[in-house]
């Protein structure tokens, strides 16, 4: 593999979110439904596990699917290893036609996804990412407008939140409650981190 190739592997997240390649029509079975908005998501799965499908087009041909997967074979692999359990990311589809790619990875729970892709991200209960360190002087609001603040966190501490760096869709498991200002609400499942933001996103969940 040439230095120009692997270059592309190492970028934004780690083995092609930079590199700009992704696509698919369906996605494996179990892996959940199609992805109707056609775009990189993150998908919240049962019992703490987290599907990435990354969706880029890229304007030259560099790989052909087999070569693709090899490479992302070689980057799971690696990260596999280093922890020590084979399955800790499982890459579950590579698609590449007419200039666009799609993977997806699962990962067996949010700190592989964060470890992996080197980002930050957290998927759990409030009071867990409070622990953990996370800022929570944060402005939210809901769909029909209501906001929440700092004190009003305080007393949502049981509830689910996903708290992201990056600019990507995200399906969780429940309804969402709360997005943060650089979050877009789309509808109960789906919310897109906005690409202009800084910092974390936040977005809090009905459970």
Known sequence: MNEKRKELLTGRARFLWICLVMTALLLMPGCGKKNEYNETSIRILKKGRIENEIIESFGMNYYDAGELRK?????????????????????????????????????????????????????GKISEAILAGFDMIVNLISPDGKRAGEEELKSLTDKSIVILSEPVMVEPLQDIEYVSANVEYLDERHARVSGDSEGLAYIVLKK
Not at 86 to 114: C, G, I, N, P
């Open 71 to 123: 490479m992302l074979e070689e980057t799971v692999q690696e990260y596999n290893a280093g922890t020590g359990e084979k399955d800790r990311v499982v890459l579950k589809e590579v698609k590449v036609e007419k200039e666009t790619a799609d993977v997806v990875l699962e990962f067996q729970s949010f700190s592989d996804y964060a470890a992996f892709n080197k980002v930050d991200f957290f998927c």
